[in-house]
């Protein structure tokens, strides 16, 4: 079988899918990319034909990531997903780091990280002896600055790593990560940046950021689920999660996923090559959604930096708003019926609705912060699904709102 | 019609919901989160609010072809059920927390958010049937399948919400066809154990529970002459009929059983004596809900003949009932709540171990006429 580029991708998800920020479909190069390389055998650490076929098809991948990125092939690690490569960079640097200075045991993150970076973080509170500082943000979701400096002036011989992510997933904050390398580096302190939402959204340089660790995703740039990297300066002291074969500098063993990574590579470069043009047009589409979510809702509270004011520190594809009255929860499950798929903005295990500790450290009230809805557009977003929303969403708010009387919980709820 | 099948995770709910579907209305799925901190809930497969029953509700939804949402209602639940459940507990009664939640949850904020998102009615996998009575207004009748029926557990909901509720179960004479049904729609759940215990006592352990909540109240076990026969860790903890877990030192001079004959929190002191001591005739409750009109339904000396069950799981006894204004109150340990009441004259053998908190709801054959909580008991003649 033959896949070429030009034939479609996954298809354009039915309905208007506005949860590009949960996964976006795969593009048609990166499907073909995958469905390739998952026709051939070989075990990237084989050392007979088969197994430099991998070999090579896996390392052109590493190449491609690196250059897409800003980074040395050398410094990708690949892993099973954003996931398992912050976890790897928080476990990961943590030991590292301790093993050379004993004192370090302070691990700074910013308060609206991804749980990805946080339950690891405070797992090894529990576990391994760290001392958790949470940065805080400013009511528009960005890391406070000077927070962090004080923190460093008065511990900063303390500090094992700081982890602050490179736009947040929520409100699409895009948070200074130079400033925070700027800021670590008089004290040695190693930096990680969660940029899983970044890349292809925003210019992402790993070289000239200045950070020693990087994370990035497969599946929220087109690329498939199960994959994704840990970018991170060779000089870096990183200690193993993953123990086995011996993969991957050492650090994260694994048979290499060839087919996933190939995949991911291509999209990885694509994401990156069509930037500036679809965030371009992203950013006109999402302020288009901005204004037909104000004209359907007048009372809907926009959370996050002014798209219009400041659009450089928000993310192109990402509009997120609180409904006063109404709970996410009710919010949601109208706009699903009504075929418009958007998220409250946080899952959780058992897909319970929880108020967001994003929206809580931007001191958003509890209350409002139930209220909360993500949009988020990707690739296959059209004017139609913004206008989709725009007609459901007067009738979805007034019924969710009913529903936030009588539940008495959501603000202007009988509470 | 557009329904929500409020799915638990067990199999009542799950063909409750299939039978829906068949019925050709439009079902979502609806589990109810009712804890924040899921690690105080019991896993497992026996509970009702695990992640596992959180899972076990998404597959079914899955298999039914119908959207499946979580719903947070952890804070509600807590501020009623398990608030109501301690308070009454430490006010000396027995609270039943299944008919509180049916009460707020259920066919309240659950009930009351669908109607409001625009749903006509709720579906759940009780047993018991709604039928529609002479007058057009819906009635509740007891479960074909004895063992099971819920009825006892749904009189709280009133006429109103009763309207919006819809029980698919309710004709099913037994959980083995329930079962049978679930297997041959492929419902991974079909062979899953029943819960009985209370879901948000983790292990089953109530007075554990109690006691982690209210802390320990050590005092002195009597008997009926005011005799000091053992000890407490807090009179809350005990019920009034309760025989076991006394640890009571010395046995009766007569050698005989002793039971809990009356728990006073005032004194933190519980009272123990013979079994005829708990023989009751009359029942007195508050807060009645009726699921008829009582003035209609009363003879001309205002009474209504009917049966009465007092527990759970009893047996319904011939009764004579009356709605009172007021409710009544024996004794000065219980204030007056100033509720509509009502009152109990039972006709045969007397009943043993009536407990405040519980509920009393009254019958006539399979339907239910109103229901009530025990304010106290006592022997008339």
């Known amino acids: ?415 | 019609m557009r329904v929500l099948a409020a799915m638990s995770g067990g199999v009542d709910s799950a063909v409750a919901a299939a039978l829906a579907v068949e019925a050709g209305h439009e079902v979502v799925g609806v589990h109810m989160a009712l804890s924040r901190n899921r690690d105080q809930f019991r896993t497992g497969s026996r509970g009702c609010c695990s992640i596992e029953d959180a899972g076990d509700a998404r597959r079914a939804a899955d298999v039914l072809g119908i959207p499946y949402y979580v719903w947070d209602l952890s804070e509600r639940f807590e501020d009623t059920v398990v608030a109501d459940f301690l308070s009454e507990y430490e006010a000396g009664r027995t609270p039943n927390p299944c008919v509180r939640c049916n009460e707020h949850i259920k066919f309240e904020a659950l009930l009351d958010k669908a109607t409001a998102l625009g749903f006509d009615a709720v579906v759940t996998g009780h047993y018991a049937q709604v039928v529609t009575g002479p007058g057009g207004a819906p009635e509740l009748h007891r479960s074909p399948n004895d063992a099971k029926d819920q009825s006892y557990v749904l009189a709280v909901m009133g006429p109103e919400r009763l309207a919006r509720a819809k029980f698919p179960l309710g004709g099913f004479a037994s959980k083995d066809e329930v079962r049978a049904e679930a297997a041959q729609r492929g419902l991974s759940v079909s062979a899953k154990p029943d819960s009985y215990d209370i879901c948000f006592v983790a292990d089953g352990d109530t007075r554990g529970f109690l006691r982690s909540r209210l802390g320990s109240r050590p005092g002195t076990v009597v008997d009926v002459s005011g005799d000091v026969v053992g000890e407490h860790d807090g009179a809350y903890a005990f019920t009034v009929g309760q025989r076991k877990g006394l640890a009571l030192g010395r046995p009766a001079p007569d050698g005989a059983p002793r039971y809990v004959v009356d728990v006073q929190v005032s004194t933190n002191t519980v009272v123990v004596g013979p079994a005829e001591l708990l023989s009751v005739d009359r029942v007195a409750g508050e807060k009645a809900i009726w699921l008829c009109s009582p003035a209609e339904e009363a003879g001309p000396d205002g009474w209504i003949d009917g049966e009465v069950q007092v527990r759970a799981h009893g047996a319904p006894v011939p009764a004579r009932v009356r709605a009172t204004g007021e409710a009544v109150h024996p004794g000065e340990a219980v204030p007056p709540s100033g509720t509509p009441g009502l009152e109990v004259q039972l006709v045969g053998d007397p009943l043993r171990g009536v407990a405040p908190g519980q509920s009393v709801v009254v019958y006539r054959g399979t339907r239910v006429l109103g229901q009530a909580t025990v304010t106290g008991a006592w022997r008339s003649r």
């Not at chain 1, 308060?111 to 009511?139: K, N, Q, R, Y």
């Not at chain 1, 009255?325 to 058992?350: H, I, K, P, R, W």
Request: aromatic share 4%; proline share 5%.
């Open chain 1, 1 to 415: 079988m033959t896949v070429t580029p030009s034939e479609p991708g996954a298809a354009k998800p039915a309905g208007a899918y506005l949860d590009h920020a949960a996964t976006t479909p795969m593009s048609a190069a990166a499907l073909a990319a995958f469905v390739e390389h998952a026709q051939l055998t070989g075990n990237a650490s084989s050392l007979h034909s088969a197994g430099r076929g991998a070999r090579r098809a896996a390392e052109e991948g590493r190449e491609t990531v690196a250059l897409a990125v800003g980074a040395r092939p050398s410094e990708v690690i690949f892993t099973g997903g954003g996931t398992e490569a912050d976890n790897l960079a928080i476990k990961g640097i943590f030991w590292g780091r301790r093993t050379h200075d004993m004192r370090r045991t302070r691990i700074l993150v910013s308060a609206v990280e991804h749980h990805a970076v946080l339950d690891p973080a405070f797992w090894m509170a529990g576990h391994a002896g760290a001392e958790i500082v949470l940065l805080p943000v400013d009511s528009d979701g960005v890391l406070d600055l000077d927070a962090l400096r004080a923190e460093l002036a008065e511990h900063g011989d303390e500090v094992a790593l700081i982890s602050v992510m490179w736009a947040n997933n929520e409100v699409g904050a895009v948070q200074p990560v130079r400033e925070v390398v700027r800021a670590a580096r008089p004290y040695g302190i190693p930096v990680h940046t969660d940029a899983v939402q970044a890349v292809g959204q925003i210019e992402v340089d790993f070289a000239a950021s200045g950070v020693d660790a990087m994370t990035i995703s497969g599946h929220k740039l087109g690329g498939p689920t199960g994959v994704g990297a840990l970018v991170a300066r060779r000089e870096l002291a990183l200690e193993a999660v993953l123990h086995g074969g011996g993969q991957e500098r050492g650090v994260r063993s694994g048979t290499l996923d060839v087919p996933s990574i190939a995949a991911f590579a291509v999209a990885v470069r694509e994401a990156v090559a069509g930037r500036q043009e679809r965030a371009a047009r992203l950013a006109a589409l999402r302020d288009r959604l901005v204004e037909r979510v104000r004209e359907a809702a007048p009372e809907a509270i926009l959370r996050g930096p002014d798209p219009v004011v400041r659009p450089q520190d928000r993310l192109p594809g990402n509009a997120h708003f609180t409904f006063p009255g109404a709970e996410g929860d009710s919010l949601l499950y109208l706009l699903d019926s009504a075929g418009v798929q958007a998220s409250t903005g946080s899952a959780c295990q058992a897909g319970v609705p929880q108020p967001s500790h994003v929206l809580l450290a931007m001191g958003v009230p509890e209350a409002e912060a139930r209220g909360a809805l993500r949009f988020s557009l990707g690739a296959t977003s059209t004017a139609d699904d913004v206008e989709r929303l725009a007609v459901a969403l007067p009738q979805v708010v007034s019924r969710a709102q009913a529903a936030g009387l009588v539940s008495g919980r959501a603000m202007g709820g009988a509470a």
